[in-house]
């Protein structure tokens, strides 16, 4: 069975541009949930999409969206790049999402996207 | 206020020796509390998920303990390798409404030496 798969690996931006990532799950998995990863941060949770709709959101301003199709395929969009944007980006999915009340799904995560803006 | 806190922050072990990382959190109600391994530039892949009522669980030489009443978790490591140089990252899910929160420690940097 395929892993998670995130493109592209490796993003270079500037300040102001927007980017677009996207995130395959694993087959079957119906939730995508979206994570920043920076050194000073740590692992932040941006927002989980579960059945194209946007179930669970964190703390992020509204520069950073995403959507899921009906394939359970997501992408995130970042628009008007700031410098403090720059990190990893991973995308995670499960079969019916882990922030579901007594829900203990695995999480499985991608190798995540490499976000630099100049 | 919610927290994770690990600890230590970074720890040198010795190939084939054993060693203990710490997690306590804040998080209350609390749901379920995971161990993660980060390798370098690479996604997170999950160790153990551990309820309420669950006091140790294991994953090969790896063994995660849970204390609800005091808040504490520790990841266990038995007989280091040198593929176990990585980051641990403790995750706390609450369940205070329908879709719950998640709450992330820093992560222990873990470096085995031969």
């Known amino acids: 069975k395929a892993g998670v798969t995130q493109t592209p690996r490796y993003l270079i931006k500037t300040r102001g541009q927007q980017v677009t990532l996207s995130c395959s799950p694993i087959?079957?998995?119906?939730?995508v949930s979206w994570y920043q990863q920076t050194p000073g941060q740590g692992l932040q949770f941006l927002f989980e999409?579960?059945?194209?709709?946007?179930?669970n959101k964190g703390n992020f301003p509204g520069r950073f969206s995403g959507r899921q199709f009906s394939n359970s395929r997501s992408e995130m969009n970042v628009s008007t790049l700031e410098l403090g944007d720059s990190a990893l980006y991973l995308c995670?999915?499960?079969?019916?999402?882990?922030?579901?009340?007594?829900?203990?799904?695995?999480?499985?995560f991608g190798p995540g996207t490499r976000l630099t803006v100049l | 206020k919610n927290q994770v806190e690990q600890s230590p922050q970074s720890l040198i072990i010795l190939e084939g020796k054993n060693c203990t990382l710490q997690?306590?959190?804040?998080?209350?109600?609390?749901?379920?509390l995971r161990w993660y391994k980060q390798d370098t530039g690479r996604g997170p892949v999950s160790l153990t998920i551990?309820?309420?009522?669950?006091n140790t669980k294991s994953n090969g030489r790896y063994t995660a303990t849970l204390d609800a009443d005091t808040k504490q978790s520790s990841l266990h490591i038995t007989a280091s390798q040198l593929s176990d140089s990585a980051s641990y990252i403790c995750?706390?899910?609450?369940?205070?409404?329908?879709?719950?929160?998640?709450?992330f420690g820093r992560g222990t940097q873990l470096t085995v030496w031969p």
């Open positions: 551990m309820t309420f009522s669950e």
């Open positions: 087959s079957g998995h119906r939730s």
């Open positions: 999409y579960f059945s194209e709709t946007q179930r």
């Open positions: 995750v706390v899910y609450d369940r205070g409404s329908t879709l719950g929160r998640l709450y």
């Open positions: 995670a999915s499960s079969l019916s999402g882990v922030l579901v009340r007594e829900s203990y799904n695995e999480q499985f």
């Open positions: 997690c306590n959190y804040t998080v209350s109600p609390f749901s379920n």
